[in-house]
């Protein structure tokens, strides 16, 4: 490692740079004029309780959830709901990578994730964090002359160069198979990197990517740092512009993964600085494309959420939940196993509550998993079992179809080819996420997911909900998705 700040240290460090977190703005503010202070309290007081009266007696049916004593976190303990608004005007596009030589009858299209981390390159002025797996930008590592690889060096390329001229910090998943010379050549142009050995500290690995610019805008996605992910492998994610409460939350966890760079054991608890108020039960309410919006970052593995902090695999359950009519569900590997553990061990929380919801609320499920050649076999066993919870007379509606992406037109690539998604949409929200769908990935693995609801939106635009069921439905109905059934042949498609 780098550093080798004492724990203490880093902590001191942390807070001078945040120096205007909301504990301290808070702070700030109670030295005002102690009078002034006590006469507004009181005043807002007053009215929050007339408020609070005239709702409790308008509306009889008043959210079971706000008397929830757990809801709020340490740091805002006592103050009312609505601190949790953001004046921030955010803007929420989703991007995709299609790989070449894939073509949708559709009009659903989206800008580019190529696209999207180009346009945050050059909206950089000050800061550039970047969470990742691993890193192969340039074609070097196939040693082919493979033209789609440009977009790849390209991103390599600007990235160095900002790396000379701004703040760039990578956190990076360790150990790393073979020396990644993205890295080196990041290291000599500026860049500030640290190795998260997630080996020693979870036995998983750092599977998140997302980025964080300027501390208000922010991508976060499938897409690996990979030539790959942009051009040969199919990939969603969202970036959200000028969103400086959105972006310090998921700040928050960067640094968490930059602390775990150079610490050899996980904080337990975290240090107040990286809790949040910000999640499934007390989301953060902003305009989003102008639509009042909830939305809150959940994280995974367990350990690595401090105070506040939804794991990812409670926001998952909870999003299925909280469906009415439809969760369509786009990922690429889904197993109810531990799929790395041995010896082997079963893992049914998502599959037991598609079940439950099947049954116990006619929920329509649909599932599109990926299908290539490094699948693994007993995921199909399972899919089947899954699939085969479909019977219209019990109103039973679970459907399962695998996506595959056609070959390269030109030379076969490796690791490459497949549908690499992680999101699920409901008829009420979307999740956007960067995990596997197996036990692993939510006990041992780091990983972060964005949900956005906007159920209360009004307005005539499309919301995320309805942009991503669009996407999925896209995908669902196109000539890569066979439905899957007890007879499917796999040897005949993946
Ligand atoms: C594309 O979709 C339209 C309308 O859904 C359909 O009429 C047309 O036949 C489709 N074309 C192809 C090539 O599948
Ligand atoms: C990064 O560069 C510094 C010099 O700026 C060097 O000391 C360090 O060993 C480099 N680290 C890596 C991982 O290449
Ligand atoms: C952010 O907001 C500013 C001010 O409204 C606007 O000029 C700018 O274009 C926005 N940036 C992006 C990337 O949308
Ligand atoms: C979305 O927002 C609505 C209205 O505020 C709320 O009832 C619902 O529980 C939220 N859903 C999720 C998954 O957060
Ligand atoms: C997801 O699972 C596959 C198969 O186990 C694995 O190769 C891949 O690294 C995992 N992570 C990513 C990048 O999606």
Redesign the pocket.
């Known amino acids: 490692m780098k550093t080798d700040v004492p724990y203490s240290q880093l902590q001191d460090l942390d807070r001078n740079r945040r120096g205007s977190s909301r504990q301290t703005r808070l702070l700030s503010r109670c030295l005002l004029p102690l009078v002034s202070v006590l006469l507004v309290a009181l005043a807002a007081l007053s009215f929050y309780f007339l408020l609070t009266l005239t709702a409790a007696a308008t509306s009889s049916s008043s959210s079971s959830s706000s008397s929830n004593p757990d809801r709020s976190s340490p740091i805002v303990s006592g103050l009312p709901e609505k601190e949790q608004t953001c004046s921030d005007s955010c803007r929420v596009v989703l991007v995709e990578s299609i790989p070449v030589g894939v073509e949708f009858n559709s009009s659903t299209a989206h800008p580019s994730i190529f696209q999207a981390w180009m346009s945050l390159m050059s909206e950089a002025r000050s800061s550039v964090d970047i969470a990742s797996f691993y890193w192969t930008l340039t074609n070097r590592d196939t040693g082919t002359q493979e033209p789609s690889a440009v977009q790849g060096e390209t991103v390599l390329q600007t990235l160095r160069e900002l790396s000379g001229k701004l703040k760039v910090r990578i956190a990076v998943n360790a150990p790393q198979e073979k020396q990644q010379e993205d890295l080196r050549l990041l290291n000599d142009s500026g860049a500030d990197i640290r190795e998260v050995n997630m080996k020693a500290l979870t036995s998983g690995v750092l599977h998140t990517k997302f980025w964080i610019v300027d501390g208000k805008h922010i991508y976060i996605g499938s897409a690996n740092m990979d030539w790959r992910s942009l051009t040969q492998v199919k990939e969603l994610g969202a970036v959200v512009y000028n969103c400086s409460c959105l972006a310090e939350d998921l700040g928050k966890i960067f640094e968490a993964y930059w602390f775990l760079g150079a610490s050899a054991s996980i904080p337990s608890p975290w240090p107040s600085s990286f809790s949040t108020q910000f999640n499934?039960d007390t989301?953060l309410q902003l305009a989003l494309n102008d639509t009042p919006s909830?939305i809150y970052l959940s994280s995974s593995p367990p350990s690595f959420c401090a105070a506040g902090r939804t794991p990812d695999l409670q926001s998952i359950l909870?999003?299925m939940e909280?469906a009415e009519s439809f969760i369509y569900i786009a990922v690429m590997n889904y197993l109810p196993t531990m799929e790395f553990s041995k010896p082997q061990r079963y893992w049914g929380d998502i599959d037991t509550q598609l079940r439950r919801l099947a049954y116990e609320r006619r929920i329509k499920v649909r599932l599109l998993i990926s299908c290539w050649s490094n699948s693994q076999p007993v995921m199909f066993p399972f899919l089947k079992s899954l699939a085969s919870v479909h019977d219209p007379k019990s109103k039973l509606d679970v459907q399962v179809r695998l996506f595959v992406v056609p070959p390269n037109p030109g030379p076969e690539i490796k690791y490459a080819r497949v549908n690499h998604n992680k999101y699920m949409v409901t008829d009420?929200?979307a999740y956007i996420g960067t995990s596997n769908w197996s036990g692993d990935y939510f006990v041992h693995t780091a990983g972060s997911a964005l949900?956005v609801?906007q159920?209360?939106s009004q307005s005539e635009d499309p919301t995320v909900q309805s942009q991503l069921q669009a996407v999925f439905e896209r995908d669902w109905e196109s000539e890569y998705s066979t439905p899957l059934s007890q007879n499917t042949d796999l040897t005949a498609y993946c």
Request: glycine residues 8%.
């Open positions: 499934k989301p909830s909870s999003v909280d009420k929200v949900v609801n159920t209360g």
